[in-house]
């Protein structure tokens, strides 16, 4: 057995933990660069808190997903403003922005020198200006990963710039932030994070720390998910799905993931659909054809085995089997109101250029059974 486990550099988790920004702040710079969504009003705690520590700041809005162009104008930006310090605040979206534009800002050359599938790939030689990552959704776990997805729209894909430098230097999650969050967003996040929990148990890569963090994380998903999107200010359901993203994001990025993530990524690119609602479509249908591929061609895999105690986990019951754990995915998506692919805009045409992408996707080597072509188009059939 040989693992390796990297994370933040510190990890802050509570109730009112935004308290503690200001003053943490001051630890790495004193001209921050802020990353948030489109609306600035919900970074107001933070700026507060900068301000009150001395902490200048210039922010840098994202709207929507992030792409490449967006985070090379966010690098250009922080170099002319002299920012020694970026904070992302918001969804996986600004979290993810505001990573990339850290190690941008200190790596000459081209984005594409970095990018997977369709750059370069080369290794980032120089450490970034130092991260701070506050998450304000429950779902990605970006805030401990090591990682960026980026959109881009020439290729109509998504990819990652990739590095354990990227690892934030300090994250801080207070589920105080997700309260009044639309329940669609909690859903679509929600299941986002119950997929990067899901997806390392059963990983090729999974190891006994991201296993513990699966356990948890599953269990507190199943019992606070529909109980955070039913009454959003439910404070003991909002602290478990801060918790569950969490622990996916120390599991996936210590780990690997698999199909789900596999077609999220061209699946993003091709369509205007959020991330997390793309995954929660996809999770019941590469479950059950996972399910259904091992057991025809590896009936003695231990991946079954942990579909199974999956299934006992989502449903509190050990004399649960997979089919069981299938229909509570069903039963949660549909419950959730997520709805199919094909409202999102796919069609048909497209599911051979989708499997074609899919099958080189650095999140389908982490599969535990490797799908044929017939496989995978099954996967995009049931979640259309």
Not at 189 to 211: H, R, Y
Not at 272 to 292: Q, T
Not at 319 to 343: Q, Y
Request: glycine share 10%; charged share 20%.
């Amino acid at each position: 057995m040989r693992f390796e486990f990297a994370t933040a550099g510190r990890i802050i988790f509570g109730n009112k933990t935004i308290n503690e920004a200001g003053k943490s702040a001051t630890e790495f710079g004193t001209r921050a660069l802020v990353v948030t969504g489109a609306s600035t009003d919900r970074c107001e705690p933070l700026l507060v808190q900068l301000k009150g520590h001395g902490v200048d700041h210039r922010i840098f809005s994202v709207r929507g997903e992030p792409t490449i162009s967006l985070v090379e104008q966010g690098s250009l930006f922080a170099k002319q403003e002299k920012c020694d310090l970026v904070i992302g605040f918001g969804g996986g979206s600004a979290l993810d922005a505001g990573k990339a534009i850290a190690i941008l800002t200190t790596n000459s050359g081209d984005v594409y020198d970095y990018l997977e599938v369709i750059g370069k790939n080369k290794s980032f030689l120089e450490p970034p200006i130092p991260y701070i990552a506050i998450p304000t959704t429950a779902g990605t776990g970006t805030e401990v990963t090591r990682n960026a997805v980026l959109g881009s729209k020439e290729h109509k894909v998504k990819v990652s710039l990739r590095s354990p430098m990227m690892l934030p230097a300090l994250a801080i999650i207070d589920p105080q932030l997700t309260y009044n969050l639309p329940s669609q967003i909690t859903a679509f996040s929600g299941m986002d994070a119950l997929s990067q929990l899901i997806e390392p148990f059963v990983s090729c890569q999974a190891n006994p720390l991201t296993d513990a963090f699966c356990r948890e994380g599953i269990w507190k998903a199943s019992r606070s998910l529909e109980k955070a999107c039913m009454s959003g200010n439910d404070i003991a359901a909002r602290e478990d799905m801060s918790l569950a993203s969490l622990l996916s994001g120390l599991a996936l990025a210590n780990s690997k993931l698999g199909a789900v993530h596999g077609f999220a990524g061209p699946i993003g690119g091709m369509l205007d659909a959020p991330h997390g609602a793309i995954c929660a479509s996809l999770l019941a249908p590469v479950f059950s054809v996972n399910v259904r591929a091992l057991t025809k061609r590896q009936p003695e895999s231990k991946y079954l085995r942990r579909y199974k105690e999956i299934s006992q986990i989502l449903i509190g019951d050990h004399n649960s089997g997979t089919d069981d754990g299938i229909e509570w995915v069903k039963g949660a998506t549909k419950n959730l109101g997520i709805p199919p692919l094909r409202n999102w805009g796919l069609k048909k045409e497209a599911f051979e250029t989708l499997i074609e992408k899919a099958a080189v996707a650095s999140s389908m080597a982490g599969n535990p059974i490797k799908l044929t072509n017939d496989e995978l188009k099954q996967i995009l059939t049931m979640a259309y």
